[in-house]
């Protein structure tokens, strides 16, 4: 589970939601052993859903919200912003320095720990809450294929 924030056309963040970015695992190390890159394992279909976006206001803090993830039922991931390894601000900033970021990029702050296999039929609710407890967007998914 990460937080997906949307750039704005001054490339500050306007809008937020919750990702889920998926790996083909058996893919990435297939690619791994030959030397080669993961990106052909994290392209295909539904590799990275997300929940509706939310409006970034005075009142909620990037760094003060709470990541959920929940397959079956079973919580599998609950973390703060706030331990990122990088606050949202400086990932925006290193992007803008070093790649062409553009109005209405979709960026992708990292997950925490947690990250575990998902197998057909399984259910995949994910969430983020603000500093209050409020969800502020959530999203549920069905697993379809491995």
Not at 70 to 80: C, I, P
Not at 102 to 110: A, K, M, N, S
Not at 120 to 142: I, N, Y
């Amino acid at each position: 589970v990460e937080l997906a924030v949307s750039l704005g056309d001054d490339l500050a963040p306007t809008k937020a939601a919750v990702a889920i970015d998926m790996t083909a695992r058996d893919v990435q190390a297939s690619l791994s052993s030959e030397g080669k890159p993961w990106t052909l394992a994290k392209s295909f279909p539904a590799s990275c859903p997300y929940t509706p976006a939310f409006n970034l206001t005075d009142q909620i803090c990037l760094q003060e919200l709470t990541l959920v993830l929940q397959v079956n039922g079973t919580e599998r991931q609950r973390s703060s912003t706030g331990l990122m390894i990088f606050p949202v601000a400086t990932i925006i900033d290193y992007l803008k320095r070093y790649f062409p970021v553009e109005p209405d990029d979709l960026v992708l702050t990292g997950t925490p720990a947690g990250v575990g296999q998902l197998q057909p039929g399984d259910v995949v609710c994910a969430w983020v809450e603000d500093q209050r407890g409020t969800v502020l967007s959530k999203g549920t998914w069905h697993c379809v294929a491995s």
